[in-house]
């Protein structure tokens, strides 16, 4: 469109269908779930779903948000129905390892993930089931759990 090349080489251009052009409805389905989520975040509306345990579906989080690029995380602050295992201490993700070597790498970064490199289990307290984990700074993440529509 905006290119002068395409008017030198209209035979092949012709041939070929142009993938970085999507179609029209994709587009506007996707447009349409951005806006909808920037009207829900502009009205202040905290919560992108209700999670719910997966094995006995009590309901363990009313007001969450959907990790950026992990759509089946979620993060909460304030939950409900969950049991915190505060005796056993894990190191995030299982990569202990990265501990020690990120404090030299980025001291800056260090200081906002120190915390949060510790987190505890989060069970569901009906039914025992492990729905997340908290961390350093009590933020829920639940990576367990059932979404449904708030
Ligand atoms: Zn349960």
Not at 2 to 18: A, G, H, R
Not at 76 to 97: H, I, W, Y
Not at 117 to 145: L, P, Q
């Amino acid at each position: 469109m905006d290119s002068p090349i395409n008017s030198q080489k209209t035979v092949s251009d012709d041939d070929e269908i142009d993938y970085s052009v999507k179609p029209e409805f994709y587009d506007s389905d996707l447009d349409d779930k951005d806006e909808l989520w920037m009207i829900s975040k502009r009205d202040g509306r905290p919560s992108d779903a209700v999670l719910s345990c997966p094995a006995c579906f009590t309901t363990v989080c009313l007001e969450c948000q959907r990790h950026e690029q992990y759509v089946t995380q979620y993060r909460a602050v304030f939950v409900v129905n969950c049991r915190v295992d505060k005796d056993t201490v894990l190191q995030e993700k299982g990569m202990p390892s990265k501990i020690g070597k990120r404090r030299r790498d980025s001291e800056m970064q260090e200081t906002d993930s120190a915390e949060s490199e510790k987190v505890n289990r989060v069970f569901c307290s009906a039914c025992s089931t492990e729905i997340g984990v908290v961390d350093g700074e009590e933020i829920y993440h639940f990576f367990n759990v059932i979404p449904s529509e708030p």
